[in-house]
Each structure stands twice: as C-alpha cells, then as structure tokens.
C-alpha cells in the first residue's frame, strides 16, 4: 500500500520557454516521459530526473497542425505519438545516439568494485543520449479524441466516431478505420451478439477517452455523452467489435483500466469514480464498488469538488490517483480503502487558519515501481498584494509503498515493512536477538551471533512489545553503491524475527542485519549483473531463497544463498527452473512457485548429503492451474497454507507444526482455495523416471471477493487461542477486513452436526492493514500524517515548504476482537463468542475490548431512526456478566457516551442503584464511586444523598480516605444544588496525610471543624455522628495511624472530640497491647538492650545473640528485622555459638521485608545497597558494670548515620566502648522518620486534648524520657480524675512487668527504660486512695461502659476544665504559633467539598 512522506521535489525547464507543461505521458516500465506542451515535446529520465531531449515544432508546421494535445509511447519505447488539434497524428522516433555516449555518466572513486566489467553495464548506470526524429504528420480528418497503443498497432479515436488502427511505422497502406455507429451495443454480450443492426442511439457519437485492457481482452470507452462502455472482439481486433453498456450511467469523464484485477475505473462528473468487472458468465458490465468522497469525513467539499479530470493505477495496481477539476489530490485502494487527500486539514488551512486554494492536478502519471508521482499543477500564489495562479512547473511526490500483498512467506504475517525510493521501513523494536547474546567480534567478522545458525522461527519470537512499542520506525538506508547501479528496488523480504532484510533490484541483490548494522554485497559485480530477481525473496533459517534469470544461460533458477557466507555463487545451491517465475510462496521448508503458463512447481528444500552446512532444493511436484486462472498477470498472491474447509478436532501443540493442506490464490481480488485430495505428508515424491504425476485437487471453493491481502500462520496453536490462530484474515479495502473461523463445539467428543465447520465474518477497521498479530488480537497498519511549517520572512511565495504540509508515515494499530465477538452475537453463536472471549481475557486491554464492544452496539442502536425489531445490546449485556468487571465495563462506557444514552444502556444491562449495590457487596468501592454520579444525573438528590451515605460509611470501613474525602464534597455539593448555592470546586489540601502536619503544632484555640459554618443543617449533624462512630472505631481498635489519616484527609476536628471522649473511647485499657499496635503501624522496631545476658535457647522461632565469659555481643542496625505482623516485633539474627558469630558474617537481609534503616537511607536521598555488619569481640576493659560489644564498621550502608558512615580504626580507637554502644542501641532503637514525625504530631495532639494515657503509650514507643516525667507530673494535679491516675500507673506497671517476663520477645531494652522513670513512679503512690499493692489492675478484655453517639453536657464542662495544654519544653520540640498555622489551615479547607469522583 502507499503512504506519501517528505515534501513533493520540483523539477524546472532547463530550456527558457515561455509555454508551460499541461500533459505527462510514463513509458511502460515508468523510466522515461513524454512532457508536451503547446510546441514542445520533451522526455525526461526518471532517475536522475534530467531532460534528455526536446523537441520544438517550427512556427510554420505549429500554424498548420496545430498546438500538441495527447502523447502516447510504443511498448517498446522506441516511439512516441503526439496529437495535434488540426487531427494531425505526429510520429516521433526515439533514437538512441550511441551506445558510447551518455549525458551524464557515474563517477566512482578509484579503487570502486563497480567498473565496466561487462558488456553493456555501463548504459544501465549512465543516462543515455537520444534524438526525436519527427515522421510525416497523418491527418485523420477529424479532431483526435483520444487514443491506445497495443503492440505493433495503435488505435485512434476521433471525433466523428471513426475508431483508426494505425501501424507505428505510419502507412497508410495499413491504415484501418472502424465507424462506432457500426458496432452493436447492448447490456450484455450474448444479446449483442443476437442483435444484427447497430443501435441507431449511437449517431453523433464518438469516443471521449479509451483504454485497452489486455487480461479483458477489449477496450473500456467513454462517449461524449457520458455513457460507459465496454467493446470486446468478436473475431479479430480490427472487426466485428461488439460492445455492451454500463447501465443507468450517463456523466462519465474519463477511464483507467487495472490489468491485474481485471476492473475499469470510470471517473464521473459528479467527482465520484466508479469501478467495473466484465461478469464471465454473459459479458454485462457489473459495477464492483464507487469510490467518493464522505460527507463525514469531508462535510464542507464532498459535494464540490466538480467532476473527475485524472485517474491513474499505479504500476503495481494496487491504488489508484483521483484528481478533480476543481483541485485536490486523493488516493485510494483497489477495492476502496481511503489512503490519502489533499482537500482537508493542513493541505487546505494554514498555520492561522486561513483556507488556501486546493492543488489542482492537470496531469500525473507514476513512476518506476510507484515510488514518485509526476505531476503537472497549477496553484494561486500570492505576489504582492495579488493572487494569481502560477505553474508550478512538475512536481515528484514520494511514496513508501508496502510489499506484503506480494510476499507470502507465513513465517512473517506479523512483520511490517515499507520500502522507500532508496530506504526501508522496518517496524520492530530492540534489534538485538533477545534469544542469542551479542558477540561483538563475530558482528566484526560478518557472521552470525555466537557463530551458530538461528533457531527456527517461532510465532511469538519477536514479542509484541516490539511491534507495538512505539510509533516510530528502523529506517534502513540501502546501500548507496548497490542503489547507484540497481535501483529502482523490486523486490524486500525480511525474517520472521524482523531483524534480517534482503532487497533486490534491477540486477543481483543485498542483505542487511539490524543487529550488525552492516550490509553484504556481491563481491564479485559481474556475479550481481548477470542475475535479474524474477518472481521474489523469501528467508528460510538462515538461507535467503531467490527466484531468479541467470542472463548469461537464459535460464530459470532457484538459489539458496546462506546469510553467514560472503555473498558468492561459489556458496549457493542452485536448482534449475524450465519456465519463468512469477510469484514465490514459502510455506516451512516447502517452496511454491508460480510460472508464466499458469502452472505452480511445489518444492522441498533438505539438508545436503555431501555438506552438513549447505542445503539442495527437491523437486515435488507440477501442476498446471490453467483451467482456473485466465491470464498469469491477474494472480495478485499465492499461498501455502495448513487451512482446509473441515477442521481437525484433535489437538495440537506448538510444536507439531501442521503440513501444507491447501493453496490459496488471489486471483484479481477472488480468492480461491484449492485442496489437495489427501494430506500434505502424503504426497509421494518424483520417481526416478521423472515421470510427473498431476496432484489432485479438490474443487476450487471460493472463498471471498475484493481481497487485496490476507494472513494465516504456520504454527498449530496452544488451546487457549486455537481459533484466531487457525483463521484466515482477508484485507478487502473500503469494506474492511473478513475472518474466517473456525468454529470448535464446546464438547469435542459431542460435535453437533448442524454447526457449520468455518464462518466468514467481515467488520469494519479504521486503519489500512499491514500485519495482524494472531495472539494479540490486533491490527498493525501505517497512516500518513501531516507537519505545517510557517513561512518564513526569507521564503519566497512560490516555495513548496510554504504551501505543502510535510507528511510522515506513523505506525498505528487497532484491536479487531470485540468485532469478531460481536459478529458471532449477531449469529446467536454465543457460545463460540464465549469461548473466544476466555481464550483471550488475560491480555491487559481486554477490559477494553469489552467496553468497546457496549460502545458500537450503544452508539448504533441507540441513535437509530427507526426501531431495531432485535437489539444485540441486550445480549452484549449478558455476554459481559460472564467476565468479572462486568460492573466497571458498563461504567465506564456509561462515563464516555452522553447523557441521552445512559437510558438506553441501564434499560438493557440493569438498574444502576442495582448495580451500585452489587459494587458494595462486592468492595468495588471505585466503580461504586462511578456509579454515583449516573445516580447523580439519573435520580433525585435524595437518592444520590442515600447512595452516597452508603458509599461513604464503606469507604470508611476500607480507609478509603481520598475516595471519602470526595464523597462528603459530594455531599455537600448535592446540598449546594438544592440550596442554590454552586458548590466550590477549590481542592482540598489535606490529601498528604500527616505530609501537612511536619514540624507544626496545634493550639487549643484552632478549629477544624468544617461543619460549623451550617450547624443547622441536618445533614451535617448526621455526617458528625457518622465520623464520630468511625473515629471511636479506630480509637477502640488502637489505629492511631488510621486515625490520623482520617484526620487529616477528612479535615476531621480531633483534638475538640477527643476532650470529649477522654474518659471513654480516648481511654487505655490494655497498656501492653496498645505499644504493640503502635509498633506495628508504624514500623518503629522495639528498643534495644546494650548489655544482656542471653542463656536461654531459641523460643518460638525468634533468634538472639549471646555472650558468655566476659565477651559482649553489640547488635548490627542491619541485623536487626522488622516483621510487619501485630504480636511480633524485632527479632535478632544469632549464631547457634558466639564463637561461631564472630567467625562468619551474617547473610544479607532481605529487601522484600521493611527495615527500620530504610528509612534514614531515604531521609538522606541516597542509594545504597544493604551490607553485612561484622561482629568482632571486644575485650574486658575492667569496667564490670557495661559489658558491651562493638560493631565493627568495615562495611555498612551509606543509609546509615553520618557518625557510623565516618567510623574507622581511628574513630574506633578514640571513642569508648560505652559511648559506642550506647550510639548503636540509640540508633537500632529508632524507627523511619517518617514515623517519627507522625508520632510527634499524634503526641502533640493528645497533649492538647489532655489525653494522659495515650501520651504516656507513645512515649514510651519513642523512649521519651520527657514525656513520661511530664505525664506522670500531671497526674499530681487535682484536675486529674483519680480513675486516670490508676489507669496510667497501673498501665505502666503492667509494662514493666510485661517486659520482666516477656524480655525475651519484646521488653529487651524496655527495662532500662522503666527503670529509669521508676523514681518518678513513686511520687504517684500518695495520690492513690488505697495502696498500688492493693490494686486490682483491669484485665485487657474488660468491656466498656455504653457510649452514646453524640457528647454529654457534663463531659463536655469537663473537657473545658482540663483542656489545659502540657508544658511543651518537656517534650523537646516547643511548638510554633497557632494564627500562621490556623490561617494556611482554614485555607486549605476553604471550599473543599465539591465532588469529583473518578
């Protein structure tokens, strides 16, 4: 397919000449053409694009003949015919100067391998001189409208509808002339042939334009009234025409005829094109499809575009250029696929908007092998202050054309390759084999990664990944020194791993490594010259298949050159071929080739007996397909495949790759399949008396019409994906693309009878494509996009920069599966819709498969003018309930569709209050969200206020706080809109967690509470008492981390609900559980003991070290562990002996566990990678009050401390073994700072609601000293209940006795720590009203009093009376001032409840 890249060239007149081109004629093979204008005639070379020769007409014969009109070439190119107005026919010999002299010759620099070294290569590199020799002019009586070369003949059509076969040579003696008034007409040939006079509606008339088409074997005319027509030979060329008509058709302009699809394009006055076939069965002209503008696509000039002036195939006939007369350039497929136009976006605005006039194309023809198109225009340019139009003299645009219709090598259905002027598109990602390491001196040496030939292919070999990976291309430059001497570029292949390139051109061919980045050419030139490329390239392993001509035999060859050799024939194996190749297939080891008689050559390729590295090729068999082909130019692709109409229901792996079971032959967009009788490793090979036995076939089944590519693969699929890997995918241009499927019953071993084996499914795709990935379920393809640059101050008008958009091809993809499913909905075969659909559910994007699904039945149904009698929504509904995202699929389908169709959609998938229901029972809390705002548009506000109480109260339970955050500026957005106020739609900006609080403090003075501004409201009062249960919740349960999250996502006033829920939720009941919790939550790893002796052995699975005989062991930071599991706490490696540990370095932690060291790597943003600590004894320095161990530092984490970074033998040396040890348990008893943080801040807020207990839990978790003295000197204020004084102090005595016997899992450095507040303790006792000794201490299980949900009056005086706040000196940290801290506060919850729910 075709693709217009980079800027159009434009080519000036070398020649001063006041008149200016208007018509451009190619020769046949698109290297020289004919430029006329009014007196001149001139021909150009395409490459380089120079004029050769001109031509000029004297005043005195221009005055007689008239100004040139037409031209047209003989097929041998060694004549050209001009028409004059004056019906003058001029005959031009083009003859070749000498054989030695050229215009313009190749340079190459000393020591080049390309030199003369055969006869006649150096008129193929140089361009050659010529000469126009003008024969007598022939004047044909009339007007010339419109002529056609064929062969030795040329026919001539003038205007009063005489139809003149003329010889080239130009006698008159030969001269022949048919009267169109002569020649019946009629709808088809067999009631033309009965007619026995002309059609009397035929006086007058003549031919407008004509086109001979040799695979129809007639001609396609237009008549000057605008009625098509076809005339066909009944017995000879020159008489007995019969022609047959085009119904209901009466505004035809011009005709292009397409050999290969055997159509005829009939360009309309009402600017469409319309396509013709000859029916086989009675001659009628059948109209196949139109080409036309959209309406949708192009609202504002589908209708004005006027009519048709230019249609040209390009030479592959593949697409077709349309021009019209009022401007704009388009370009479409065989069959309708839209490629290109130039009368929308940046071809028709510029940068400011402004609309420029449209390009308009007088003529155009295609170059060689398609890759520039020239083209005569005129455009209105700007000169000043005016306008005027200006010839713009011919224009080349280029095109990357792609060569998969022609490449049928199944190893390589998923590759995308474009081939360019002098360049390659490869589309593929990392070149690197991901299979094989890169060698670096054998890349050097040309060779093969690790020397070793490549492993056979694999379908998945390559990875999507790189397909898909971005949209930019490998562009592979060819070879300069093979492009100069070989170009235009034929024939590409590529490998199935996509990193392996072969070109060829006119002569020889290369190759090319992505991984190596280097090419390999013939080394000997003469070897390259004397081998011309005929039916294509194919790889095999490492093997590069080319069907080729030797010239210097004149003869057929099959060569298998291997890629690891220098390019030679002395390495090749070369099997002779009697008849010349036109197309090859690669199917395995198994080569296909289709011959100019319409015959196909099956061959194998073996391993060769005489070397283990070289291969010979075997012939199997010959067939000649003749009777199902009517000319071998019509063949567009062949193809070996493993496909037959009945499918094999037993099972196969991977790696039982099937045999070859059938051929499939595109033969002008009719696809036929043609069976063999028996299985493919059944054939039996040739007998030695090389008799050849014809291999039957089934008969032929028609599979589909209007193909122009198709893909199926090789390899048998895993079960999962059996059916799309064993479909046959069919391109069919402007009607998208078909599928035909197996269909596998549900029970293999209960086939229904009635099912039928395959089903063809066509759906619609909105990228032209190029591969299509079988496991991927998606569509590679190309697009051309388009760049405006803005003139520049120092561009002239006229540039072509400034009125031409720069175009470049990007890689696109679709995904095709939700089609194919909906096709087999549309079937009733749900069933088989289901089985594919689970094959597959595991890629990422199957979601999305699902909601595109919902979307095209929504969008199509829920439009429609009239009333669908069946509706397939109802039924994707219940298709999607099979897969369990079935409530986010509708969703968010919902979510991207209007509003208009949200009744349609609910009415068949279900209510959306049922489905916000199912997303609560389910804890799909966020698409639960999502339903709530089709709730929102959908219900009333008291729904939506229900559903969204619902939602928040289970948002709470989950601790979900961003989505409840969003939820009550839900809220009170609903309120808003019943009030009329407009919510506020300012962010809140409590959405950091405790990220906000960092280094501040809050006064007692401060309010956060966000609902004072409408206490009234009844609604707000119910969302108090709904956060109010939750933060009692989360107090009960121990949270303190949740608590504060909640706190400060929700703007939640805790210190005001704290004072009043001191004596009850805020109350600690359970010391010892309680500094677990808070251990747990926040990572904080429990103290850490610096002199302990350990006798017992290991308990329940927790490790120690040990020290005996005066030898102290300091625990490493790194060895000690969090285990984030509540109940458990730090745990220490140790050795089985000490003597053992001080020999053998611990292992390294494991990262996937959290270690309290993470953090203070992170606090100093560095990396760094987790060491061992070595343990090294220290000696007995006589102090016997410390025996302490010290880490000795050889290795540690730059994470660490800055003063254990820095530690060395001398710092060793200098500081004590005391100091030492205090620093490491200081450090080893300190969690993340983070945590830290959050602490402080949790303290500072139970300070000020003078929760004494929970002070008195959290800094005994920080080891706070302070905390405790200032805690425990509270407690001596008469303020201070008698029934908190017992719970503190009871609380902290059962922590010291906690740790006294249970030292050994949790208190090993608690003890120290009580020890040291115990003097303080004792001030308690005469508080008490009985002694401590008598106190009965309440159990960690004893209930509570009931609490009601909202405060009393009495706690609510009470919580005035202590709300006194601790002296902050105590705590270490004094705290800030409260108005900066309470302005930026209320700020940030300023406005903060407008709901926007993702």
Known sequence: MYFLTGWPRKLLHPLPSEEEPFHIRPNFHGTLFAVLSETQLGVWFGRPSVLIVNYTESAKAASRCGPYQLAEWKSDDAAIAVSAAGGYLLLFDLVRCSKEKFLYEPLYPKGSPYVQVTPGSKAEQGVPAFTLERKDPLHLGAPITSFQTMQEELMVCTADGQLHVLQWCGANSSRKAISLHNIPFALDLQTCRSASEPSSALENMHVRDVEYCETLNGFAVVLNDGRLGFLSPASGIAANLQGVWAPSVADGMCVAVNNKYRLMAFGCASGSVLLYTIDSETGSMQLSHALKLSPEYYPDIWNKTGEVQLLQWSPDCSVVVVSWKHGGLSLWSVFGAHLVCTLTEDFMY????????????????????????????????????????????????????????????????????????????????????????????????????????????????????????????????????????????????????????????????????????????????????????????????DYIIVACCNLTHHQEEIRLYPRLSNLDNAYASVTRVHLDTVLLALYQNLILLFRADCSIGLYRILDSEDSPRSVTVELLKEVSLSRYISHPATVVSIMLTSLRTEIDDTFKTRQQVPVAQSILLNMAGQLLMLQWERSGSQMQEENRSRQKKRLPFCTPVVLAQCVENMWTTCYSSSKPKRQLLEALWLACGGAGMKVWLPLFPHDSHKPQSFLSRRIMLPFKVNVYPLAVLFEDALILGATSVTVLYDRQQD??????????????????????????????????????????????????????????????VLEEEATSREPIPDPLLPRVAK???????????????????????????????????????????????????????????????????????????????????????????????????????????????????????????????????????????????????????????????????????????????????????????????????????????????????????????????????????????????????????????????????????????????????????????????????????????????????????????????????????????????????????????????????????????????????????????????????????????????????????????????????????????????????????????????????????????????????????????????????LGISLPAEASGTKPKEDSPMKEEVEQALEGAYTCIIS
């Open 795 to 856: 561009m002239p008008f006229e540039s072509l920069e400034a009125f031409f958009p720069f175009c470049m091809v990007e890689r696109t993809s679709q995904i095709y599966l939700h089609h194919v499913l909906l096709q087999l909905l549309i079937r009733n075969l749900g069933e088989q819709a289901l089985l594919l659909a689970q094959s597959y559910a595991t890629l990422p994007y199957f979601p999305h498969v699902l909601e595109l699904m919902v979307h095209v």
């Open 350 to 541: 510029r940068s400011d908007g402004t609309k420029k006039d449209p390009l308009k194309i007088t003529s155009a023809a295609w170059g060689a092998e398609g890759y520039h198109l020239w083209a005569l225009t005129t455009v209105k340019m700007a000169q000043g202050s005016c306008v005027q139009p200006q010839q713009t003299g011919i224009l080349q645009f280029q095109f990357l054309r792609s060569t998969s219709a022609a490449s049928r090598d199944t190893n390589t259905q998923e590759q995308v390759l474009l081939l360019g002027e002098d360049r390659v598109y490869v589309a593929c990602g990392d070149p690197t084999p991901a299979h094989r390491p890169v060698d670096l001196q054998q890349l050097q040496r040309g060779g093969d990664l690790l020397g070793a030939p490549a492993p056979p292919p694999t379908a998945t070999s390559h990875g999507s990944d790189a397909l898909l990976g971005h949209r930019h291309w490998h562009v592979v430059q060819i070879h300069s020194t093979y492009l100069e001497c070989n170009w235009p570029i034929r024939f590409t292949a590529i490998d199935p791993s996509g990193h392996l390139v072969a070109v060829a051109g006119r002569h020889g061919f290369a190759h090319y490594s992505l991984v190596s980045r280097k090419w390999k050419l013939f080394g000997n030139v003469a070897q390259e010259l004397t081998m011309v490329v005929t039916g294509g390239l194919a790889w095999w392993n």
């Open 879 to 1361: 298709f999607i309930t099979e897969f369990p995202f079935f409530l986010q699929t509708i969703v968010h389908c919902a979510r991207k569709t209007e509003y208009a169709l949200w009744n349609y959609l609910f009415a068949a998938v279900g209510n959306p209050k049922d489905l916000f229901e199912e997303c609560l029972m389910t804890h799909d809390l966020d698409t639960a969200a999502s339903y709530l705002i089709i709730l929102q548009n959908m219900e009333v506000p008291a729904v939506s206020r229900q559903h969204a109480t619902l939602l928040f109260t289970s948002a709470l339970e989950h601790s979900k706080w961003d989505l409840c955050r969003h939820i009550m500026r839900f809220l009170k957005a609903i309120g808003s809109e019943e009030s009329g106020t407009p919510p506020s739609t300012q962010e809140s900006g409590l959405t950091a967690g405790f990220e906000l609080f960092r280094d501040r403090s809050i006064g007692v003075s401060q309010s956060l509470d966000r609902w004072n501004r409408d206490s009234s409201s009844t609604e707000n009062v119910y969302m108090d008492m709904i956060l109010w249960r939750e933060a009692r919740h989360l107090l009960e349960d121990l949270r303190l981390k949740d608590l504060g999250c909640f706190s400060a996502h929700l703007g939640f006033e805790l210190i005001g609900w704290l004072r009043r829920e001191r004596s009850r939720a805020a109350r600690v009941d359970d010391f010892v559980l309680a500094l677990k919790r808070l251990h747990h939550d926040f990572l904080w790893p429990f103290p850490v003991s610096t002199a302990c002796a350990v006798s017992s052995p290991i308990r329940n699975g927790y490790c120690f070290t040990a020290a005996s005989n005066g030898v102290g062991l300091n625990f490493s930071p790194e060895a000690i562990i969090y285990r984030p599991a509540l109940g458990q706490g730090v745990h220490l490696q140790r050795s089985q002996t000490a003597s053992r540990l001080l020999d053998t370095v611990p292992p390294p932690i494991c990262r996937s566990k959290y270690t309290w060291l993470d953090s203070t790597v992170a606090e100093h943003k560095e990396t760094s990678v987790p060491r061992d600590a070595l343990l090294s004894p220290i000696h007995h320095n006589g102090d016997k009050e410390s025996i302490v161990s010290v880490t000795s530092l050889t290795e540690i984490s730059s994470g660490a401390d800055e003063d254990w970074a820095s530690a060395d033998e001398d710092f060793t040396s200098t500081v004590s073994a005391t100091q030492m040890g205090r620093m490491s348990t200081e450090v080893a008893s300190k969690g993340p700072h983070k945590s830290e943080v959050q602490l402080r801040y949790l303290l500072h807020i139970f300070k000020e609601a003078g929760c004494l207990e929970w002070c008195a839990v959290i800094g005994l978790v920080l080891q706070d000293a302070a905390v405790i003295k200032q805690v425990i000197s509270c407690l001596e204020s008469p303020v201070v209940s008698a029934e908190a004084v017992h719970r503190i102090y009871g609380g902290l005595l059962v922590v010291d006795a906690w740790a006294s016997s249970d030292w050994w899992v949790y208190g090993l450095g608690y003890k120290p720590f009580l020890n040291q507040i115990g003097p303080q303790l004792q001030k308690v006792s005469g508080k008490l009203m009985e002694p401590i000794q008598s106190l009965a201490f309440q159990a960690p299980g004893t209930s509570r009093p009931a609490e009601s949900a909202g405060p009393k009056s009495e706690d609510r005086h009470e919580s005035t009376a």
